[in-house]
């Protein structure tokens, strides 16, 4: 299955604008052969803590965009938005992966970055989400989740892509990289990592968008652009790799 990870800019804190500058990055990736489309972190407004302004009921505008881009496309759509459940007090960064007919699965990132106060702002997760993407097991992750890799050790057995949707800032992008190839060679998986790039909220962000394979090999990278990367991905591979080298099941729990 080919991926396509879409490094984009962001108009802060301003949603509209933000789909209008996105307005065809969907097709043009469909017309790449993509089949999966992933955007960044909170890719509509950026890593804003004013969610009283930025969040949005599970079925407001933005993962209305997807669904409708998705089904145009006829493809799968990614990407974090700040949701507010009804009766929630506290947001939540949700990670959402819309398929082709219009399903939504969404998983609720699990650490918030305190360092930031995103603690004060959004609650914090619960469960680990796998979706069978034709063929292919995704588990999603959001941004500060990759600092934590005893979550993705969790799911390696179920596991053959990471997705990994990121506002991460210029200042840490060594970090951001060598956790993203880590996280594939730890667990014999695709890491598919997708940050911003532009400046937001006083932050500049360099992107450094790459697809990594299950022996830590970078099969496509970007730095500071607005761009598009492609990669194809396959089940098999994983099941090989992990075969030839089963490391995996000598773990201790």
């Given at each position: ?139 999603l992750f959001v941004c500060y989740d990759l600092r934590f890799a005893d979550e993705f050790w969790a799911c390696a057995g ?35 990592g997708v940050n911003r790039v532009g400046e937001g909220g006083g932050l500049p962000y360099a992107g450094d968008s790459r ?43």
């Amino acid at each position: 299955m080919r991926v396509a990870a879409v490094q984009h800019d962001i108009v802060w804190e301003d949603r509209d604008a933000t789909l209008r500058h996105l307005d065809g990055r969907v097709a043009a990736a469909a017309a790449g052969g993509a089949r999966l489309v992933c955007f960044t972190e909170m890719f509509a407004t950026g890593f804003s803590m004013n969610t009283h302004t930025t969040a949005e009921a599970p079925d407001g505008p933005t993962v209305t965009w997807m669904r409708e881009q998705a089904a145009r496309h006829d493809v799968w759509v990614a990407g974090s938005i700040a949701v507010r459940d009804p009766g929630a007090d506290l947001a939540l960064n949700a990670l959402h992966l819309v398929s082709p007919s219009g399903d939504v699965h969404r998983y609720d990132k699990l650490h918030p970055f305190t360092y930031a106060g995103e603690h004060e702002r959004f609650g914090a997760g619960k469960d680990f989400v796998t979706v069978d993407v034709e063929g292919l097991r995704v588990t999603l992750f959001v941004c500060y989740d990759l600092r934590f890799a005893d979550e993705f050790w969790a799911c390696a057995g179920d596991t053959d892509v990471y997705l990994v949707v990121a506002n991460w800032p210029a200042a840490r992008r060594h970090h951001w990289r060598a956790l993203l190839d880590a996280r594939a060679i730890e667990n014999q998986a695709y890491v598919v990592g997708v940050n911003r790039v532009g400046e937001g909220g006083g932050l500049p962000y360099a992107g450094d968008s790459r697809v990594v394979d299950p022996l830590g090999e970078v099969l496509v990278s970007a730095a500071g652009a607005e761009t598009v990367l492609y990669a194809d991905l396959d089940a098999e591979v994983v099941r090989r790799v992990r075969a030839d080298l089963p490391f995996l099941p000598d773990r201790r729990s």
